[in-house]
């Protein structure tokens, strides 16, 4: 058990909806990193959070949003959603800014769309 | 700018053979380099991490990975796999940018 927390595992929705994934970083952990996970674009780093504010972006869609918490938890939201952007989403989460580059990963919320 | 190659996607090994998992890198300054494993149904777990001083680093459960700096590589290897090794591997860099960038990941498929 890493100790990050995403919810929901699983969730299945319809073009064109909006969902919301929700993680719970490590107890002490300030930064939190989305990842995307698919067949054809293997591990893409979405977007990073330390300490409530954006930190660095990567591949993410406008369509995609996220932010960080007081409390330190995120939320991804995505929106218009497409059949491309069914995927593995996992969250993770590091002590600092990620000089060392140790993750420490959720399980993942995988996101069907049909 | 910062990139990973793992140039093989899939490899299967019989039990209780040697595997060298292969991953190269580019980056413009130094780096850390890191192996993750992910078990089936799970989140990505560090498996080992290159940050300076010694170029061969070892993992609790058997694998090393070194650090080649002319060859801008950092292979994965185990001299002897088990069936519960099966898994895919990625391979990560952390050059300039805060974050870590990942490889395609490789299928390690030990068969008995």
């Known amino acids: 058990d890493s100790g990050v927390t995403q919810t929901p595992k699983h969730l299945i929705t319809a073009t064109g909806q909006r969902v919301t994934l929700r993680c719970s970083p490590r107890?002490?952990?300030?930064?939190v990193y989305w990842y995307q996970q698919s067949l054809d674009q293997g591990l893409q780093f979405l977007i990073q959070y330390y300490n409530g504010e954006e930190r660095a972006k990567g591949n993410i869609l406008e369509r995609f949003s996220a932010q960080q918490f007081p409390d330190l938890h995120s939320e991804l939201n995505l929106s218009s959603l497409e059949l491309g952007d069914s995927a593995l989403y996992f969250c993770a989460s590091s002590v600092s800014q990620g000089s060392s580059g140790e993750l420490f990963f959720g399980e993942g919320s995988r996101l069907t769309v049909l | 700018a910062q990139s990973v190659t793992q140039l093989d996607s899939q490899v299967p090994v019989f039990e209780e053979a040697p595997v060298e998992l292969r991953c190269n890198y580019s980056s413009s300054v130094s780096v850390y380099l890191f192996w993750y494993v992910q078990y089936p149904n799970q989140g990505l777990q560090l498996l080992l991490k290159?940050?300076?001083?010694?170029?061969l680093v070892k993992s609790i459960n058997g694998f090393e990975a070194e650090f080649n700096k002319s060859q801008t590589s950092f292979h994965l290897r185990k001299p002897s796999v088990h069936i519960s090794d099966t898994a895919e591997y990625f391979c990560a860099v952390k050059g300039s940018a805060r974050q870590l960038t990942f490889g395609s990941g490789t299928q390690l498929t030990v068969l008995p």
């Open positions: 290159y940050l300076s001083g010694s170029t």
């Open positions: 107890s002490g952990d300030l930064s």
